[in-house]
């Protein structure tokens, strides 16, 4: 839009209930399966990575996911507030939208912090003392079919992130690595383009929190694991698009032994989705050999990116 020569914002851009809102919401649905595919794989490689049984320690590591799914079911969206405020007289419950009105004795809501605060603005009594028009009634009920069927689905999304981020967290920690290679951090640029990269495990941006385990039998040799004895591996990478800004790019991670075979592939992440901005794959039983981590890039719209290290470890 141009007003006296001087361009305007596009104002659909930034009214919820439009084309571009209905697009983004399709496109973010589109990705939702690879999503939940992420967050299954976390729960699988937890299984193949364990603390030993110290169930302090997956306690410990649990406390930061349980206090990511508290913030969410807490935090305050606008649009509650104005259906709380909004909401007049003449509306049955959603439990008694259809059929016979059906109460279990027992009941979890995610709590509708937004609603509650609107119920309570001034001139809100004022509001639910109207009586609605039939129109109105239909929206609302529509309204409360939509909110239901988005209940459950916050339920499982919040509880699969939950268990996401809390086996991340026992994969990704120190104390789990059993006493053998552990090394963590570091970012390191790379091209856009397909490709595939070898990952520095000890380049200069990366910890070598331990090189060798006790015995000497699995140790880091340059950016080479060598294993005399069978071992598990894990690698817990991410990506960033770097230039130009907001620009994405998939990858995943794999092993190559010492004859080039690979293995051990991770799901495809994504750089431009927060929720699949990261690959990591954990393995058991591993035979003895030499292994090293592989990072593939499938070009998107980022010249240039960065590849990232979470944790890479054997033991």
């Known amino acids: 839009m141009m007003s006296d020569g001087i361009q305007l914002p596009n104002i659909e851009d ?24 992420h967050r299954v794989n976390a729960l699988v490689d937890l299984f193949e990575w364990n603390c030993g049984g110290n169930v302090m ?39 008694k939208m259809f059929g016979t009105p059906w109460k279990s004795k027992f009941s ?16 809100a009594g004022f509001i639910r003392g109207t009586r609605l028009g039939n129109g109105l009634k239909w929206l609302f009920r529509a309204d409360a079919v939509i909110q239901r069927t988005l209940w459950y689905f916050v339920v499982t999304d919040m509880v699969s992130q939950f268990v996401f981020t809390w ?11 059993g006493g053998g290679v552990y090394v963590r951090g570091g970012e390191y640029g790379i091209p856009g383009e397909s490709a595939v990269h070898r990952v520095p495990l000890q380049g200069p941006e990366t910890e070598v929190v331990q090189a060798s385990s006790e015995d000497g039998a699995i140790r880091l040799a340059g950016n080479t694991i060598i294993a005399e004895r069978q071992c598990s591996l894990v690698a817990s990478m991410y990506g960033r698009g770097f230039f130009p ?11 190559v032994n010492a004859s080039g075979v690979a293995f051990g592939h991770s799901p495809w992440g994504n750089t431009g989705h927060q929720d ?11 035979p003895p050999g030499q292994y090293e981590l592989r990072y593939q890039v499938e070009a998107g719209t980022a010249l240039t990116g960065m590849m990232g290290i979470h944790v890479v470890s054997a033991k």
């Open 57 to 95: 320690t997956y306690v410990k590591l649990a406390l930061p996911a349980a206090g990511e799914l508290l913030m969410t079911m807490f935090q305050i969206e606008y649009d509650d507030v104005l259906r709380g405020f909004l909401k007049g007289s003449g509306l049955r419950s959603r439990s």
């Open 108 to 123: 979890l809501e995610v709590p509708e912090i937004g609603e509650w605060i609107g119920e309570r603005l001034p001139a």
């Open 14 to 37: 930034f009214i919820p209930y439009t084309v571009p809102w209905w697009r983004h919401t399709l496109a973010w649905i589109a990705r939702y399966p690879n999503v939940m595919l």
């Open 245 to 255: 800004l907001d620009s994405s790019f998939s990858f995943r991670t794999y092993w």
């Open 167 to 177: 086996s991340s967290n026992i994969i990704r920690a120190q104390e789990c690595a």
């Open 276 to 286: 699949t901005n990261d690959a990591t794959n954990a393995i058991q039983f591993v």
